[in-house]
């Protein structure tokens, strides 16, 4: 019998089914200048190798994936958004590359984008000792890097309120309070955070709060990690509630000050790069479709969301995508409303897609040792981590309404 040539990947995935049904790389990845394109074929090799035999690992035993981290970095994964060395940074590809990884493990993609985030506001925080040396090493991965941004991306959509409270002394703040859940933390690690300034005495009233924005270091006097409850997936996250009591930020750890306009900045940037996770994920989902459409496409003809349905709606995302991720520090309004829409798109065809692989493969898939089964709870994560759907849709709104007053 002769193979059946397939498209099964809009990331640049393009492959066919075997004589068993199984599925195999037949073409080079799409798109990204030479140099990025190799590095996206090493991850994608790196995914499907000791990451694949891992996946289940870090999504039910917690295990944390640090030395594929590490060799992420060694590969060039995490420098390929950021203009080091006079490189052109390349958010396209920094997003295909997070897409590669959660294509088989949503977790390991979900942490590539905490690092890769807390790199953009290295770099874009312009301070001296967040710079230089400092990114070169958490380009490499020698460093770790996360982002406790939930709170404060909601707290400017109207959501919540700032959980950190910071007061000015002499060389930088002094920091209380507490996040419920960062992750990719370790003894070593160190995360972006935000605080509001306590208002100084005399201050009117009704004056815009003040709020600064830092790294903070886990190993850092006065942080402390504490475990959280179990989540239904990505255990292996390394996921902490962190405590700061009296936590001191000297000066060289200022991200910004004022917040609002450096968020206003990288906004785009960090909702662009957290769509490969959903593209990704969804990628997966389709992928394992095929793998029973040999023996089950007889009857599941009759079910919706068939794979080559969902992988031209992927396909037309991901261009859709790559091409927002040319000016990913873009921040008119009208484009502002196209990624967050993009990555809402994500997160609802990463469900779609996950429910129907579910559907597709029937009971192997309902097995707690099924990637089916994993991709659906990984799913899940895309539609609800910041910004969940429900904050998109709010967010637009808003946007929407600026646009067009009523
Ligand atoms: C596995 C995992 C990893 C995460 N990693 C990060 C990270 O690295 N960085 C980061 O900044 N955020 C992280 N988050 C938080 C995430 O981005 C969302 O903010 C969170 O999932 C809730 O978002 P939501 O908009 O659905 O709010 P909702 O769930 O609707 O929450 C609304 C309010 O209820 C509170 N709330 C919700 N659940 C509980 C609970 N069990 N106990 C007490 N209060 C609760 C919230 O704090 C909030 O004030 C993580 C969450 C999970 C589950």
Redesign the pocket.
């Known amino acids: 019998m002769s193979a059946v040539m397939v498209e099964v990947g809009g990331i640049g995935h393009v492959g066919h089914i075997g004589e068993r049904g199984d599925i195999s790389d037949t073409a080079p990845m799409r798109g990204g200048d030479e140099p990025n394109a190799t590095v996206l074929r090493a991850v994608r090799a790196l995914a499907d190798g000791a990451l694949a035999e891992l996946a289940d690992d870090i999504d039910r035993r917690a295990i944390y994936p640090k030395a594929i981290l590490l060799r992420l970095g060694e590969l060039g994964a995490f420098g390929l958004h950021l203009g080091l060395n006079g490189r052109t940074p390349d958010y396209a590809a920094a997003i295909r590359a997070i897409a590669e990884a959660s294509r088989v493990c949503g977790a390991t993609g979900f942490m590539m984008w905490?690092h890769d985030v807390c790199g953009v506001y290295m770099e874009q925080s312009g301070n001296p000792a967040l710079t230089g040396d400092a990114l070169a090493h958490h380009a490499a991965a020698l460093t770790l890097g996360?982002?406790?941004?939930?709170?404060p991306m909601?707290t400017f959509a109207g959501?919540?309120t700032l959980l950190l409270k910071a007061r000015p002394v002499a060389g930088g703040f002094v920091v209380n309070g507490a996040?419920?859940?960062?992750?990719?933390l370790g003894p070593d690690h160190y995360f972006g955070a935000v605080a509001v300034v306590e208002a100084e005495a005399g201050t009117p009233a009704e004056a815009a709060p003040r709020e600064v924005m830092f790294l903070v270091h886990c190993n850092g006097q006065g942080v402390e990690l504490r475990h959280c409850p179990t989540?239904s997936a990505?255990e292996g996250?390394n996921?902490f509630a962190v405590r700061m009591t009296d936590h001191f930020v000297s000066a060289d750890r200022l991200i910004a000050d004022p917040v609002r306009p450096f968020i206003g900045r990288i906004r785009a940037a960090f909702i662009l790069l957290q769509c490969g996770m959903g593209l990704g994920v969804a990628q997966g989902a389709i992928d394992t479709m095929w793998a029973v459409e040999r023996q089950l496409g007889h009857v599941n003809q009759f079910l919706e969301d068939r794979p080559d349905e969902l992988q031209a709606e992927l396909d037309a995302l991901a261009e859709r995508i790559d091409a927002l991720a040319r000016t990913p520090y873009a921040n008119d309004t009208e484009f502002l409303i196209d990624v967050l829409d993009a990555r809402a798109h994500a997160s609802e065809l990463s469900l779609r897609a996950a429910q129907s692989a579910l559907l597709h493969q029937g009971a192997r898939g309902y097995l707690m040792s099924s990637a089916v089964q994993r991709r659906v709870r990984e799913s899940h994560?895309v539609a609800?981590?910041?910004p969940?759907i429900?904050?998109l849709r709010k967010e637009i709104a808003r946007l929407s309404a600026e646009v067009t007053p009523a």
């Open positions: 905490c996360a982002t406790g941004m939930s709170n909601k959501i919540e996040l419920p859940w960062v992750s990719n989540f990505m996250t996921t994560f609800i981590v910041t969940a429900k904050h």
